[in-house]
């Protein structure tokens, strides 16, 4: 699986952004999609994570909870990560990931280390 993440750039605080990751190569339909990010000097850290399956399931850091909003496309090709408010503190680099999932209604998870897949990372810059 690779995993092309885009659409960062330069944002006012406040103001909306959506980025976005393809996936292209054979991968199942039931693997589980997240966004992590890492700010300057920071480790990586969760942002949200979904899955399709069992109904669909989001998962969101406390963080970005009510401002941030994972989805995808029909065909479950790409995910998208609307952000809305933006504050300086959400400047990083946004990683997009997949994680094989181990049975059908295994739950979605933000150990990092769990995910099997990572694409390169997009910046996100908020000004004040």
């Known amino acids: 699986v690779q995993l092309q993440a885009s659409g960062g750039g330069l944002v006012q605080a406040g103001n909306p952004l959506t980025i976005s990751c393809a996936a292209s190569?054979?991968?199942?339909?039931?693997?589980?999609w997240g966004w992590f990010r890492q700010a300057p000097g920071k480790g990586r850290e969760f942002v949200a994570a979904?899955?399709?399956?069992?109904?669909?399931?989001?998962y969101y850091a406390d963080s970005v909870k009510g401002r941030f909003s994972i989805s995808g496309n029909t065909a479950r090709t790409t995910v998208y990560l609307q952000m809305n408010s933006l504050k300086p503190e959400d400047t990083a680099v946004y990683y997009c990931?997949?994680?094989?999932?181990?049975?059908?209604?295994?739950?979605?998870?933000?150990?990092?280390?769990?995910?099997?897949?990572w694409g390169q990372g997009t910046q996100v810059t908020v000004s004040s």
């Open positions: 979904v899955r399709w399956t069992g109904g669909g399931s989001t």
């Open positions: 190569g054979p991968f199942l339909s039931t693997n589980h």
């Open positions: 990931a997949q994680r094989r999932a181990r049975y059908t209604s295994e739950g979605i998870t933000d150990d990092i280390g769990k995910y099997d897949y």
